[in-house]
Protein backbone atom coordinates (compact mmCIF):
# COMPACT_ATOMS: atom_id res chain seq x y z
CA UNK A 1 0.00 0.00 0.00
CA UNK A 2 1.30 3.51 -0.25
CA UNK A 3 0.48 6.68 1.03
CA UNK A 4 -2.48 7.20 -0.92
CA UNK A 5 -4.41 4.38 0.42
CA UNK A 6 -4.52 5.94 4.18
CA UNK A 7 -7.68 8.03 5.17
CA UNK A 8 -7.62 11.39 6.36
CA UNK A 9 -7.31 10.58 9.99
CA UNK A 10 -4.27 8.28 9.35
CA UNK A 11 -2.77 10.69 7.05
CA UNK A 12 -2.70 13.33 9.66
CA UNK A 13 -1.12 11.13 12.26
CA UNK A 14 1.33 9.68 10.66
CA UNK A 15 2.64 13.26 9.69
CA UNK A 16 1.87 14.43 13.43
CA UNK A 17 4.45 11.30 14.51
CA UNK A 18 6.49 12.26 11.79
CA UNK A 19 6.59 16.07 13.53
CA UNK A 20 6.85 14.82 17.14
CA UNK A 21 9.30 12.59 19.35
CA UNK A 22 7.37 9.62 20.99
CA UNK A 23 10.92 8.31 21.04
CA UNK A 24 11.98 10.07 24.32
CA UNK A 25 8.36 10.99 25.08
CA UNK A 26 5.76 8.30 25.72
CA UNK A 27 3.60 7.99 23.35
CA UNK A 28 -0.24 8.30 24.65
CA UNK A 29 -3.48 7.52 22.48
CA UNK A 30 -5.19 9.94 25.36
CA UNK A 31 -2.98 13.46 23.67
CA UNK A 32 -3.33 12.10 20.30
CA UNK A 33 -7.37 11.40 20.47
CA UNK A 34 -7.43 15.19 22.54
CA UNK A 35 -4.98 16.36 19.43
CA UNK A 36 -7.20 15.22 16.92
CA UNK A 37 -11.02 15.64 18.41
CA UNK A 38 -11.32 11.85 18.18
CA UNK A 39 -11.87 8.98 20.85
CA UNK A 40 -9.14 6.90 21.62
CA UNK A 41 -10.36 4.15 19.63
CA UNK A 42 -10.02 6.07 16.58
CA UNK A 43 -6.35 6.63 17.23
CA UNK A 44 -5.79 3.18 18.11
CA UNK A 45 -7.06 1.65 15.13
CA UNK A 46 -5.55 4.60 12.67
CA UNK A 47 -1.71 3.64 14.22
CA UNK A 48 -2.69 0.13 13.71
CA UNK A 49 -3.58 0.78 10.16
CA UNK A 50 -0.08 2.81 10.21
CA UNK A 51 1.55 -0.78 11.21
CA UNK A 52 -0.10 -2.20 8.30
CA UNK A 53 -0.48 -0.44 5.26
CA UNK A 54 2.97 1.61 5.52
CA UNK A 55 4.91 -0.83 7.46
CA UNK A 56 8.38 0.64 6.20
CA UNK A 57 7.59 4.29 6.99
CA UNK A 58 6.64 3.75 11.20
CA UNK A 59 7.52 2.07 14.19
CA UNK A 60 6.21 0.94 17.15
CA UNK A 61 7.75 -0.66 20.28
CA UNK A 62 7.43 -0.85 23.86
CA UNK A 63 10.80 0.63 26.23
CA UNK A 64 10.61 1.67 29.31
CA UNK A 65 7.60 0.51 30.69
CA UNK A 66 5.74 2.92 27.52
CA UNK A 67 4.61 2.75 23.99
CA UNK A 68 7.29 4.66 21.34
CA UNK A 69 6.67 5.37 18.28
CA UNK A 70 8.68 7.02 15.21
CA UNK A 71 7.89 7.71 11.27
CA UNK A 72 9.57 8.49 8.40
Keep these: MA ?3 LSQLERRLFE ?3 KSDFESVPWSSQRAAEAF ?3 E ?6 LAALT ?3 PHNIYVHYNDGAIRVSAE
Design 3 to 5: MED
Design 16 to 18: WIK
Design 37 to 39: DVT
Design 41 to 46: DEIREA
Design 52 to 54: SKI
